[in-house]
């Protein structure tokens, strides 16, 4: 461990990742209760994105690393830490720091790497997984053979959902505008329908469900989409807002969700966790569990050295991702 390490450092709020850059900054220490993981995967969200332009609900001001999710080794302990060897293999979130060759947790954030993934595939795990448990298991209660639709499907979140849908026994409709993602999702998670959304979607799934309607909806994307979802849901549905990747938020007439019997439910994974902190302890046991015993298991597209985080990045803006980007701070 030196003095100095590489990291990803959002120095002023930007469009197009204007105001990032990678710079040799301190390597940080661990206090009382912390440790220092040295990175060997941090995978690209969202709200990685956004917090580069100051757009998403955490703001910190800059400069700051971003950096959600991370899998690496203990390099060092802060004082009254136990539980944890130097060089342990790990899996941790927090809402920076990934994006960097040394990161500082607590320890109580860290996890042991399931023996059965690789560090960018636990790296890939954690959030995105825990938002789909928490939207599908503790927000809309899914039940076994109920059909769920997922948009976005190709993206980190909605192919977690895909995954833990099926797991959890449910009827799956993998929804994108793009065939080759549509093609990939199928060849992966093998869902029980894909529909291409281009030029509409709603009376293929009434089709797919003989005419009920997707009991969940699971929409990270918004804007046209959750128009179009609440005309395709069935009776007693319920409407998972994810996300707004479309870059508008939509609204919908309280009529419809009178007349039509369903309910539109938000979900936030981490705010979840923190205002039920036993039910977080409990949504991030079971979804680590379904890793451990290879129920469930994410897919990386692709990987990046730090210096290249640009293309990781690039990739998520642009929609070309299926399933998660990684990047790889330290030389794997």
Not at 75 to 103: C, H, I, M, N, P
Not at 225 to 246: H, M
Request: net charge neutral; charged share 20%; proline share 6%.
């Amino acid at each position: 461990m030196t003095a100095t390490m590489r990291a990803l450092v959002v120095e002023t709020l930007a469009p197009d990742f204007a105001g990032c850059a990678v710079r040799e900054v301190a390597t940080p220490q661990p206090g009382p209760g912390q440790v220092l993981v040295r990175v060997r995967a941090a995978s690209v969200n969202f709200p990685d994105l956004l917090m580069t332009r100051g757009e998403y609900q955490f703001k910190p001001p800059p400069p700051f690393t971003p950096g959600l999710d991370l899998a690496g080794e203990v390099a060092a302990l802060g004082e009254g830490v136990t539980g944890w060897s130097l060089g342990e293999a790990v899996v941790g979130g927090a809402r920076l720091g990934g994006f960097a060759q040394y990161a500082v947790l607590a320890a109580e954030a860290l996890k042991p790497k399931p023996a059965r993934l690789s560090f960018a595939e636990a790296a890939a795990y954690g959030a995105a997984y825990l938002t789909a448990y928490v939207a599908l298991v503790r927000r809309a209660r899914l039940e076994p053979s109920e059909w769920v639709l997922v948009h976005g499907a190709a993206g980190g979140v909605g192919l977690a959902a895909v995954d833990l849908a099926k797991a959890l026994g449910a009827k799956v409709i993998a929804a994108s505008a793009s065939d080759e993602k549509l093609a990939q999702i199928q060849r992966l998670y093998a869902p029980d329908a894909i529909v291409n959304v281009t030029g509409g979607f709603k009376d293929e799934v009434k089709a797919i469900t003989g005419g009920r309607g997707a009991d969940v909806i699971y929409d990270p994307v918004g804007g046209d989409v959750f128009d179009e979802s609440v005309r395709c849901i069935a009776f007693d549905g319920r409407l998972l807002v994810i996300g707004f990747t479309s870059g508008r938020i939509p609204t919908v007439s309280v009529n419809l969700p009178l007349i039509k019997g369903f309910s539109v439910m938000g979900v936030r994974a981490g705010e979840y966790g923190r205002r039920f902190p036993e039910k977080g302890r409990e949504n991030t046991e079971a979804v680590w569990r379904m890793a451990d015993e290879g129920v469930i298991s994410p897919h990386v597209h692709a990987t990046f050295k730090l210096e290249h985080w640009r293309e990781a990045f690039d990739l998520l803006a642009n929609r070309q991702v299926v399933g998660k980007a990684v990047v790889q701070p330290n030389e794997v």
